[in-house]
């Protein structure tokens, strides 16, 4: 990680290099403010969601040299609102994988685990931004 802040009210924002690595400590990272804020049994579901997200930036992002994948995980009442920040400005693409495919099921998961809660907005300037809410 390269910086990482927490804000107000039960936020964190960190930047991450668009590596495979860094989708393990943003896992780590997200489970440890879970269990700050006392959503522990948001943990599994949330994880899920945030590792098809940010692995997504990851893959797909083909941002320049240096640039930073940016994790902002808001507490809300009773749920977890989790955005992935990339350079990349076209939104992910579903796909259908045939039953023998080994990925391309990552977006139908963030479907289930979130209830369709989750969305894409463009950034001012670059880039998009994904968002989830999981509980």
């Known amino acids: 990680m390269l910086g990482s802040e927490v804000g107000e009210g039960g936020c964190v924002v960190s930047r991450w290099p668009l590596t495979a690595y860094s ?3 943003a896992r ?3 489970r440890a403010a879970l269990s700050g804020w006392g959503l522990d049994h948001l943990a599994d579901p949330a994880e899920i969601v ?3 997200l940010l692995t997504n930036a990851v893959r797909h ?3 320049p040299r240096g640039r ?3 994790t902002r995980y808001e507490r809300q009442k009773h749920a977890i609102r989790i955005e992935v920040h990339d350079a990349n400005d076209r939104p992910p693409q579903r796909r ?3 039953d023998d495919d080994e ?3 990552g977006l139908a998961l963030v479907d289930a685990l979130t209830e369709q809660r989750w969305g894409v907005s ?3 300037g670059v880039g998009k931004l994904v968002w989830a809410v999981v509980g």
Do not use: D, K, T
């Open 23 to 25: 989708v393990g400590c």
């Open 28 to 30: 780590h990272e997200l």
């Open 50 to 52: 945030l590792s098809e």
């Open 61 to 63: 992002a083909r941002a």
């Open 68 to 70: 930073l994948v940016e």
């Open 96 to 98: 259908r994988p045939a």
């Open 103 to 105: 990925g391309g099921r």
């Open 122 to 124: 463009s950034r001012q």
